[in-house]
């Protein structure tokens, strides 16, 4: 299983805390990340192959992933109190997720239910 995970700025040190809550699911999938999201994930132990930073281009690298269908799952925590320069990228990849109907997360409640449903799989 392929898991995007992204988090803008306010969200990240979240983000981390939720991967090692669910360390079980994710011994199980391969972790495509931002570059800046992906530095922290990998602080924490865990391995990650790391696209461009958000603003760099990498929401727009995972979208095109999930467009291709490398991607089974992303995990995006958004930061919605913030202003995002490259808020056109994020849309983009909410839209692609959509269109596809890639299971998309942005935030810890709808993940850990999406993370539960995968459980359940194996």
Request: charged share 25%; with cysteine.
């Amino acid at each position: 299983m392929e898991i995007a995970i992204i988090a803008h700025d306010g969200k990240k040190a979240e983000m981390v805390q939720f991967l090692l809550d669910n360390k079980e699911v994710l011994n199980k999938a391969n972790l495509i990340s931002t570059g800046t999201t992906g530095s922290h994930v990998e602080k924490a132990g865990f391995k990650v192959s790391k696209q461009l930073s958000g603003p760099l281009g990498g929401d727009a690298q995972i979208a095109a992933m999930a467009a291709e269908k490398k991607i089974d799952v992303v995990v995006f925590f958004r930061d919605p109190l913030d202003k995002h320069p490259h808020e056109p990228d994020v849309q983009m990849l909410l839209r692609i997720c959509d269109v596809h109907n890639i299971p998309l997360a942005t935030n810890p409640a709808t993940a850990r239910l999406i993370f539960k449903a995968f459980e359940g799989m194996t």
